[in-house]
Antibody, heavy 121, light 107 residues
């Protein structure tokens, strides 16, 4: 079945790094744009980043630009989010989501279960 | 950035009631608007795409309308399983943005 499974979350100190992964199955991963969306505890949804189907185009929210890097390995059906210089305000559940189009146009039609990232000393 | 203003932020209604949520964009986004449902502790789920199209498998009591800057999401007859927070989201421009959410509770 169509599925996204995130991993890599955990507790990390401010200023350190963490890499999230999202394993996709049940659909042609290489054909779709992929996104990261986060949700701080008790807060709403915040879009973080998008990568096009072939990895040639990327875009970030201002809140993470220059610190986070989105990437993908279409041979492994896996999406990544490299998070550097982490801050307390990055504490959130991070969801990967499949786009319905090849880049950012369309909807988030499939979501992972989320992985929690806690930035604390 | 396109700001999405959702209202109300919360509402309480009885089973069987008609529930309406509005979402206003800070600029014209055509029909590039989606609606999601998020139940407590769960990932969001797509309900409506392109302002008015029902995602496959979603009950027909859910509907959406609007274009330009003003959009409406409706539950025609609220069910107990509809207790959730609902979000609108625009994709006309990057960065993609969500509304603040509407928490729906049973009265």
């Amino acid at each position: 079945q169509v599925q996204l499974v995130e991993s890599g979350g955990g507790v990390v100190q401010p200023g350190r790094s963490l890499r999230l992964s999202c394993a996709a199955s049940g659909f042609t991963f290489r054909s779709y744009g992929m996104h990261w969306v986060r949700q701080a505890p008790g807060k709403g949804l915040e879009w973080v980043a998008v990568i096009s189907y072939d990895g040639s185009n990327k875009y970030y929210a201002d809140s993470v630009k220059g610190r986070f890097t989105i990437s993908r390995d279409n041979s492994k059906n896996t999406l990544y989010l490299q998070m550097n210089s982490l801050r307390a305000e990055d504490t959130a559940v991070y969801y990967c989501a499949k786009g319905s189009g090849s880049y950012y146009l369309g909807a988030f039609d499939i979501w992972g279960q989320g992985t929690m990232v806690t930035v604390s000393s | 950035d396109v700001q999405m203003t959702q209202s109300p932020s919360s509402l309480s209604a009885s089973v069987g009631d008609r529930v309406t949520i509005t979402c206003q964009a800070s600029q014209d986004i055509s029909d590039y608007l989606n609606w999601y449902q998020q139940k407590p502790g769960k990932a969001p789920k797509l309900l409506i795409y392109d302002a008015s199209n029902l995602e496959t498998g979603v009950p027909s009591r859910f509907s959406g309308s609007g274009s330009g800057t003003d959009f409406t999401f409706t539950i025609s007859s609220l069910q107990s399983e509809d207790i959730a927070t609902y979000y609108c989201q625009q994709y006309d421009n990057l960065p993609l943005t969500f509304g603040g959410g509407t928490k729906v509770e049973i009265k």
